[in-house]
């Protein structure tokens, strides 16, 4: 057996000595590796033939078929039937109807299908952690973490379900109480990203499900077999417990699938994963028709060190907010300040680092960084490296696309780190985010010069700073701090927890998910004012007697 195949065994991955027929983009078809095979069998998604990408309570799927493609071999893994425009309607209807009984199942109640969905979920671990590594490309320990992270939110929203509470507000008359009470608020139409195929979903479905609503996926294009993986699970869960399936109903296809949900009157609240681009005509589309969103865009993170910092902790750190996921987190550190009596050591310590580093199989165990998720990932990675070129910025290390076997086949490149001559934050080069693993470095003399970086450009979801002088630190969380959503303090800018809330600020979108206060975005909230006196008096002492 081979070093791959035993990989596979370990992590309750059965492999297979031969492939299953796929179908190439020229129509001919060939035999799917054993790699990937092995994978798609152990979650029952063995066949060869196309599968259905539409879930409303049974398995459909009449619209375009569109591809899964792996970014590592190249090769196609599945063909998928999304949604016809019809289907999308059905699914949007469908959804509404299984909410109208949903909402009426107690929370508690609610909170127990939850846990029953992180057990199936659980049990299937290793599996659909390596699945997210064949279709999206990220490294296996994090396709795994991904994976937990689904998990992790489903235990937040079982405790959840018995304490999303309402308030008790004291009144100004006499024999009256005001109740502010949190119901079910509808439909939540859920938009995601390629770069979380499994966990953003599972944020949004978690806090929907224990707020009573009915939850509509629409996945990216490209990540397909994952939302069908996961929605299998989901759905038998539902079925075991004699609940609509379409209470957690999906949707794949393009950009007419999304356009549909993010209009639709039916929907109450859109989550929307994506570019600061797209996200920018879903605000204002949902906005028009008074719907609710919650909107997770660009990125743009930095890092600033001071020269005080610990080293031996800000380095890795830094090394894998810049190179995790081949630079393809929301959080991905893209912007390095390093306070100038450190910067040499710094540099040459990360230098180190990434020559230690080289692109490989995701599923591999030692390899760290894997592949962009397509070809137009990239291009725009080659087309940013050649921008920095022309500008005269140092390229300290990498800049290059792996061409060479066995990774031409891929979307590999050379985790980059450069020192461009401007820092001019308004310059494109700062202001606008590469979703790749390019690290831009600038030098500061005093903290209130990098915060002034750090804030000066459209976006503001994650930072982060490394000191040991408290002083700095309360400078860094205060008032004149950084303006990110994640504001953090000897901690990298990637790798978020459940249990507080996750977004951005500005051009991020300032939606919040997962935990914290995220759940109140997903109820719909009463003022009621109760009189149980035998007088009916006016607030503010308002006299209107006749």
Known sequence: MSLASRRLL???????????????????????????????????????????????????????????????????????????????????????????????????????????????????????????????????????????EFIDICDYAVGLSRMMNGRVVASERVGHSILEVPNPLGVVGVLTAFNFPVAVYGWNLSLSLAAGNATLWKPSPTTPLCAIAITRIVSQVLENNGIDGAVAGLTTGGKAVGVSLVESPSIELISFTGSEQVGRIVGQNVSARFGKTILELGGNNASVVMADADLAMAVPSVFFGAVGTAGQRCTSTRRLYLQRGVADEFIQRLTKLYKAVSPGDPLVDSTLIGPLHTKNAVHNYSNTVEHLRSIGADIVIGGGVCTQSPLASGNFVEPTVSIPKSVDMRDKIWSTETFAPILNVAIFDELDQAIEWNNAVPQGLSSSLWTRDLRNVGRWIGPNGSDAGIVNVNVGTSGAEIGAAFGGNKSTGWGRESGGDAWKQYVRWSACTINFSNEAPLAQGVNFAA
């Open 10 to 148: 370990v992590a309750g991955v059965r492999p297979t000595n031969y492939g299953v027929l796929s179908t190439c983009r020229s129509g001919k078809t060939r035999a799917l590796s054993t790699r990937a095979s092995g994978i798609l069998q152990s979650l029952g998604l063995e066949d060869g033939a196309e599968l259905y990408g539409v879930y409303d309570g049974e398995w459909k799927g009449s619209g375009e078929v569109m591809t899964s493609v792996c970014p590592t071999t190249g090769e196609v893994l599945a063909r998928i039937k999304t949604a016809s425009p019809e289907e999308v309607q059905q699914s949007i209807f469908k959804s509404r109807e299984a909410y109208k009984s949903f909402r009426n199942v107690p929370a508690p109640r609610r909170g127990e299908i939850l846990r029953q969905i992180r057990e199936a979920l659980a049990a299937k671990r290793e599996a659909l952690g390596a699945l997210v590594s064949l279709e999206m490309g990220k490294i296996k320990t994090e396709g795994v973490g991904e994976v937990q």
